[in-house]
T-cell receptor
Framework: EAQVTQNPRYLITVTGKKLTVTCSQN?????MSWYRQDPGLGLRQIYY???????DKGDVPEGYKVSRKEKRNFPLILESPSPNQTSLYFC???????????????FGSGTRLTVV | AQSVTQLGSHVSVSEGALVLLRCNYS??????LFWYVQYPNQGLQLLLK??????LVKGINGFEAEFKKSETSFHLTKPSAHMSDAAEYFC??????????????FGGGTRLMVKP
């Protein structure tokens, strides 16, 4: 089944403890992206990747890192999480950025992160 | 910069009643417009989109939306609500897919509740 898989689904952590949220897609998509969803703010893009080894900042990149060493994986790294990073995170992918804008993106089921 | 405003963070309708979810946007270039739906504990799914051509677009599950340039609106409608329509709906706007600037900008979301 074609899908975007995120892990974990739920995570509670403490301030300052490094964590990684994984994202993997099995559709050979070039484009991948991370969003955070907060009440009343919709989804805001954190980082995106046009292809392997090509990443760029979205609208809210502060406090996050990403890497794209292989096409299928796009992990989101929080080096020193803070409570304001408590949010629902989504990974999305598409054949290409343009394809996604025409035909829609495939989203993962989300990771609910709580930083205490 | 583009922006999206969804009027009403919560909308409640009775089963069988008309569904109207409002979306207004601002964009400096001809926009591409989207509606995504998010069912509980799931990622976002593309409901429908407008890129070019006919301004009334039909999506899945009986939803449709009309692009009105003069009103900068892209409201989502469904003639008769069903219990299974209860979800959160997001309107999104993008520049043309070949534009290297901003990509998808989401509205704050509208949670649709359907009463029996």
């Amino acid at each position: 089944e074609a899908q975007v898989t995120q892990n974990p689904r739920y995570l509670i952590t403490v301030t300052g403890k490094k964590l990684t949220v994984t994202c993997s897609q099995n559709m050979n998509h070039e484009y991948m992206s991370w969003y955070r969803q907060d009440p009343g703010l919709g989804l805001r893009q954190i980082y995106y990747s046009m292809n392997v080894e090509v990443t760029d900042k979205g609208d809210v990149p502060e406090g996050y890192k990403v890497s794209r060493k292989e096409k299928r994986n796009f992990p989101l790294i929080l080096e020193s999480p803070s409570p304001n990073q408590t949010s629902l995170y989504f990974c999305a992918s598409s054949l290409s950025r343009g394809y996604g804008l025409n035909y829609g993106y495939t989203f993962g089921s989300g990771t609910r992160l709580t930083v205490v | 910069a583009q922006s999206v405003t969804q009027l009403g963070s919560h909308v409640s309708v009775s089963e069988g009643a008309l569904v109207l979810l409002r979306c207004n946007y601002s964009s400096s270039v001809p926009p591409y417009l989207f509606w995504y739906v998010q069912y509980p504990n799931q990622g976002l799914q593309l409901l429908l989109k407008y890129t070019t051509g006919a301004t009334l677009v039909k999506g899945i599950n009986g939803f449709e939306a009309e692009f009105k340039k003069s009103e900068t609106s892209f409201h989502l409608t469904k003639p008769s609500a069903h219990m299974s329509d209860a979800a959160e709906y997001f309107c999104a706007v993008s520049d043309e897919p070949n534009n290297a600037g901003n990509m998808l900008t989401f509205g704050g979301g509208t949670r649709l509740m359907v009463k029996p």
